[in-house]
């Protein structure tokens, strides 16, 4: 059985992550009263851009968007997505935290490689706003490793079905709370969307990518939505017990997402980091000071 | 428009993804780009044709000139096209970019697009409506199915043509050729 989940994981993150990405052009279209692209306009671009010739800067260029689509491959392997996760003994949620940090990290190697003003531009404002959420979303993870004791994911999610799920318990509310206002600058879209600016920086750490690394690198776009989504339902929602209560819990906080995207216009930098560094930081801060004085 | 019909794609699916998915770089050089905003956004919705603009020539397939073009943009209208992955379709967009239009007799605007750069179409019109956007769109679909949409190879095969044009008008230019061929004999052999 667990054999099993180590090739359906990846597959279900892939196509989710996708469908994520086809939904989510539609979704603003229709608020912006357009018509809007075809649910599987992005799988028709993905098959244009691996067809077309691309130049490559170098092998670092290669290998950093390959290792970022690999780091987001593992992660999904630790997530339990309805099931039991593959990797469930190894590490937790202490891997997990590594190895997010790998997925922009191989975009600023493979980006550097370029040297566009635009990809460093890009570059640098992606860790600025990885290090603004990394801090907020480090004390959410502390919270609910305190409360339940455990590094496992795994553990977390049954102990949530044990008693009630963490964002309706007592001092965990916090943690929950300060998760989805970090959300939108997780999945990387308005009032965060300052990394891939297309009107400003010309689409930021892509800017350089054609062909088949823009597919690759579309589709790393895709799992993080998905990685982001699924830690904040695994983590303070109860995960589920199959995979398709699980989907449609994604799909809630997806639409959540989606709905701040369309409602806010772009942060500048600074103000996200301002943003991010205020009140989701302070209200996980409240959250792990309760769970440490007050436990469970 | 067959972008529902399943045994297309089964047949030829690499020409229908090069159909339905137009990613556009639009040149903004003249008049005609007002036409543009219209066209991607609410009001015409270009995006349920999967044409969508992207902000850099790597990322694109389908590049819009829309309107006159000075010496100076020429230049970079070279480079951006030198720079988009192959395969590429480039349209024309106003009179201006077939014969000069009203512009034909400045003393610093090119004439003939199609001598610097391969147009697989144009759009007739000063200035040309969103809808002929659209025309233009399907007319371009039509010579993708057949083949036809073969700049980007003529560009190549011609590349010495080509080269030997821009430099005619920019003079020295500061990037080396980007394929291998004999310009300096075509410049000869036309001057000789
Ligand atoms: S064709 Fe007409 S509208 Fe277009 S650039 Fe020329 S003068 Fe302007």
């Known amino acids: 059985m667990r054999i099993l989940w180590f090739v359906l994981s990846p597959l279900m993150a892939l196509a989710v992550g996708l469908f994520f990405l086809g939904l989510s052009r539609r979704f603003m279209a229709r608020i912006q009263w357009r018509v809007g692209p075809p649910l599987y306009q992005p799988l028709i671009d993905i098959l244009r851009q691996f067809t077309q010739k691309s130049v490559s800067h170098g092998p670092l260029f290669d290998l950093g968007v390959v290792l970022s689509l690999a780091s987001s491959f593992i992660v999904v392997l630790f997530m339990p997505l309805g099931g039991t996760a593959p990797l469930s003994s190894s590490g937790g949620l202490l891997a997990v935290l590594y190895l997010m940090l790998l997925g922009p990290l191989g975009i600023a190697l493979s980006g550097g490689e370029a040297a566009n003003p635009n990809v460093s531009i890009g570059i640098s404002r992606k860790l600025i706003l990885a290090v603004g959420y990394e801090v907020p979303f480090l004390m959410i993870v502390l919270a609910l490793m305190t409360y339940y004791g455990t590094i496992s994911i795994g553990e977390i999610v049954a102990a949530q079905r044990e008693s009630a799920s963490a964002i309706a318990s007592f001092p965990l509310v916090f943690s929950g709370i300060a998760y989805l206002l970090i959300l939108p600058a997780m999945l990387g879209v308005r009032p965060f969307e300052v990394v891939g600016a297309a009107q400003e920086i010309s689409s930021g750490p892509a800017a350089e990518y054609g062909g088949p690394y823009l597919a690759l690198a579309t589709i790393q776009h895709g799992l993080t939505m998905f990685i982001g989504i699924s830690l904040f339902v695994n983590l303070l929602w109860g995960g589920a017990s199959n995979p398709v209560v699980f989907f449609l819990k994604m799909l809630v906080v997806f639409a959540f997402g989606f709905w701040v995207n369309a409602a806010f216009p772009r942060l500048r930098v600074e103000q996200a980091v301002r943003y991010l560094w205020r009140w989701p930081t302070l209200i996980a801060f409240v959250g792990l000071i309760l769970v440490a004085t007050i436990g469970r | ?192």
């Open chain 2, 1 to 192: 428009m067959d972008r529902n019909q399943l045994m297309k794609w089964i047949k030829a699916p690499t020409k229908m993804a090069h159909k339905y998915s137009l990613n556009a770089v639009y040149f903004c050089t003249g008049c005609g780009v007002i036409e543009v905003p219209p066209t991607i956004t609410s009001r015409w919705d270009a995006e349920r044709f999967g044409v969508v603009p992207t902000a850099t020539a790597r990322q694109a397939n389908l590049f819009l000139i829309t309107g006159y073009v000075s010496v100076k943009t020429l230049r970079a209208i070279i480079r951006t096209y030198e720079q988009m992955p192959e395969p590429k379709y480039t349209v024309g967009f106003g009179s201006c970019t077939i014969n000069g239009g009203m512009y034909w007799d400045s003393y610093n605007t090119i004439n003939q697009l199609d001598k610097y750069i391969p147009i697989d179409g144009y759009i007739a019109g000063c200035m040309p409506r969103p809808e002929a956007i659209f025309v233009a769109v399907t007319h371009l679909w039509t010579l993708i199915d057949k083949d036809m949409a073969d700049g980007y190879k003529r560009y190549r095969k011609n590349y010495a043509a080509y080269r030997a044009n821009q430099e005619m008008i920019l003079g020295e230019m500061e990037w080396p050729p980007i394929f291998q061929t004999e310009v300096a004999t075509a410049i000869t052999e036309r001057e000789g």
